[in-house]
């Protein structure tokens, strides 16, 4: 019990350091911003997308990702895919943020609640969005 409620307060207060992140107030200090805010920079890339395959299927290959450089060539693969999408303003510093972060965690495979935290947990990159994740609305 005492872990799902250290979880809770985790997720909490990782969701408002994705807030003073994209922001700009905040730069990235641990692996587990690290994580949360890759999750979230992940969900969002993943959301340009046109095509009809929402599943989470394409999430799978970057939660196999054990190592960095494999992590961030996922990431900018992604990234590279949609980049002739609009993205807001304040998706640049955690976007930089992220790439530019060396975890102290080696397998980031250890990393990977948090991952899956910033992934599921509502995306700062969004306005308020409450109806389908994978809409613009920014």
Not at 90 to 103: A, D, I, Q, R
Not at 110 to 134: I, M
């Amino acid at each position: 019990k005492e872990n799902h409620l250290f979880m809770a307060n985790q997720t909490r207060n990782l969701r408002q350091f994705m807030s003073d992140l994209a922001a700009g107030k905040k730069t990235i200090e641990s692996d587990e911003q690290f994580a949360f805010a890759a999750g979230q920079v992940i969900f969002y890339i993943l959301s340009k997308s046109k095509s009809e395959d929402k599943s989470y299927a394409r999430f799978s290959p970057f939660l196999r990702a054990s190592e960095i450089g494999r992590f961030h060539d996922l990431i900018g693969r992604a990234y590279d895919a949609y980049s002739h999408e609009t993205y807001p303003n304040k998706f640049g510093h955690p976007f930089s943020e992220v790439m530019g972060n060396l975890p102290d965690e080696k397998n980031l495979l250890n990393l990977r609640p948090l991952l899956l935290s910033g992934f599921f947990s509502e995306n700062e990159f969004y306005k308020k969005a409450k109806t389908d994740r994978f809409s613009d609305e920014s």
